[in-house]
Nanobody, 123 residues
Framework: QVQLVESGGGSVQAGGSLRLSCAASGGTFSRNAMGWYRQAPGKEREFVAAINWNGRNTYYADSVKGRFVIFRNNAQNAVYLQMFSLKSEDTAVYSC????????????????WGKGTLVTVSS
């Protein structure tokens, strides 16, 4: 059974930084694309960042490009999201996801999701 558990959320002031972690279990995902998504209050879930199986290709939403970095540690079955220069509009529940069918990122291809970790950015 695939499980994704996020951690690292919290409250931070605008301009601050946070690192989110996602631990995957129930399989080995070193050959799978993974990603981060977020859902702000009253809004639909949106794509934040994704990474291919070997970490060589990364993808970002325009709203976070240049401020967020996604990376992974396949030995630990984990993916991370380093967030810099946080803004109030980054406030959301952040969830990680895995595509069990592909090693490359495909929009809409994620199959399993974690429950998320809350990030609150105050201005």
């Amino acid at each position: 059974q695939v499980q994704l558990v996020e951690s690292g959320g919290g409250s931070v002031q605008a301009g601050g930084s946070l690192r989110l972690s996602c631990a995957a279990s129930g399989g080995t995902f070193s050959r799978n694309a993974m990603g981060w998504y977020r859902q702000a209050p009253g809004k639909e879930r949106e794509f934040v960042a994704a990474i291919n199986w070997n970490g060589r290709n990364t993808y970002y939403a325009d709203s976070v490009k240049g401020r967020f970095v996604i990376f992974r540690n396949n030995a630990q079955n984990a993916v991370y999201l380093q967030m810099f220069s946080l803004k109030s509009e980054d406030t959301a529940v952040y969830s990680c996801a895995v595509d069990i069918e592909s090693g490359d990122y495909n929009p809409g291809g994620m199959d399993y999701w974690g429950k998320g970790t809350l990030v609150t950015v105050s201005s």
